[in-house]
């Protein structure tokens, strides 16, 4: 990281460091993306000094950079391996041990710049794929918030190895319940309940796993509150591996197509953390995939309600749902005007 001049600053310098007002509040948050208007506001709140990172700048804001090219073509290898491993196991073979171990290490080994995976995420979401991308979004939403939490490399590698076998046991679920487009009957529901037993079984058989992936597998849809499946368990006996892919799981479901219904934004999950999330989830583990996870969001284009488009130019860390967005040459505060709102990510 360098110490530069609030002036000097660049379009996509990436901040090394938290900016906190004089109340001790973080108004700019570390690994954040500079725009004129953050430069802007930095300036007129006297701020004349910060860190940043000097290996570059947010790939957002350039064209593809090389990072990005082959952090997307080894995103598609392993969308590719992970659809192989399904089929495999739906052709009655064994679990891919060394497969799966082997997406795992891709993903661990740190040849992902964490812009670049997060961008990835965002980009790729092919809707016919989903079975196979969701698997790897979630292991890869793992791996990072094992890092934000600042988990050693050998508990990331097993939060990883449980983000990508957490519905494997879907193999096992009728594909027409699986893509029902309407309301599922409670008896479908109750069938799709069984793919975290099924998952837990296919990954205990093959006896290559720790205990705490299989446990991962079976308790990702198990809520903190008691209100989860498949044995409605509370926080007590719940680990953070299940926790997080919890979080991590729920996050991608909402962001992506589904047969059922179109991808929320990245906006309306974060609300809905905040909120009903907040009985439902570790609330260390949300506040730090949330704080983290934002950031990101500063350069992405936006369509709002109105008709306009726009460019998020700054995330509060105190309000996240609410971003101030550039539109033409105006900067406009989602929390203060109540006739705009986001529609979609262009
Ligand atoms: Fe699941």
Redesign the pocket.
Known sequence: MKSVAVDKCRTGDILAEDIFNRYGAVIVAKNTALNSYIVYKLNEMGIQQIRIHDDGRNSSYSDESSTYRKAKEAYRESVSDIRSIISELAAGRPLNVDKVIDISDKICCGIYDSHDILRVLNVEKDFDEYTYTHSLNVAFYTMLTGKWLNLDKDSIRTAVKAGLL??I??VKIPIEILNKKSHLSDEEFEEIKK??IY?YNLVKEAKQFPEEVCRAVLS??ERIDKSGYPFAIGCEKLDIFSKILAVA?VYDAMTSDRVYKKRDTPFIAFEMFKTEGVKNFDPKIVNTFLNNVSVFYVGSKVFLNTGETGKIAYIPPQSITEPVVKIGYKYVDLAKDGSRSILCMV
């Open positions: 957490h519905d046991g879907k793919h975290t998952g990702h849809h799981d």
